[in-house]
């Protein structure tokens, strides 16, 4: 009798024979913001195409013209290229100002999730988390595929750009406090 391998995603539990779906754990990112929760959530939304690196963390690079979010559920976040094409990179599921948004994420081979909480540590003091999930839709094969950096969710590269991103709104923010 010949027996046929699990998947590269699949473990089997000892003794049981029970195949069991590995986990992708997600991206846990977190920054201090020495700002109110309400003036770094709207630095967040509102100026968002001024301070993200567009530089590799967008779809059109130097020809993306502004970023947008639309402030409500079902909202469209989105850049604008320097000839009107709109590039979709997801759709608000939750909106609750100043306190949390949840976003499809479609800069990945298959749909992900990313949720952003602000949580007040003081009066001029913010920490701003995202959460990056929903990893187990994607293939073995598309979890080692470059994003903006090298070698995709296998190797790091979205924790680094989420870290990276989270220190472009900190400046960004208390800039502009």
Do not use: K, N
């Not at 991206?27 to 195409?49: K, P, Y």
């Amino acid at each position: 009798m010949t027996t046929t391998p699990p998947p590269a995603d699949t473990a089997t539990r000892a003794g049981t024979g029970a195949v069991t779906t590995l986990r992708r754990p997600p991206i846990r990112q977190a920054t201090l913001v020495r700002s109110d929760r309400a003036h770094t959530f709207d630095v967040f939304v509102s100026t968002i195409g001024q301070w993200w690196p567009l530089q590799p963390y967008s779809a059109g690079g130097a020809r993306v013209r502004e970023v947008s979010v639309e402030p409500r559920r079902e909202g469209r976040v989105y850049e604008t290229w320097d000839d009107g094409t709109e590039v979709e990179w997801g759709r608000l599921l939750a909106w609750d100002p100043p306190e949390r948004l949840v976003m499809t994420w479609a800069a990945t081979p298959a749909p992900t999730e990313v949720e952003l909480t602000f949580t007040v540590l003081g009066p001029a003091l913010t920490r701003v988390a995202v959460v990056h999930r929903g990893w187990e839709t994607l293939t073995e094969e598309q979890l080692g595929e470059d994003c903006a950096r090298p070698g995709g969710y296998r190797s790091g590269a979205f924790a680094r750009g989420w870290s990276e991103i989270l220190g472009a709104l900190t400046a960004a923010a208390e800039g502009a406090a």
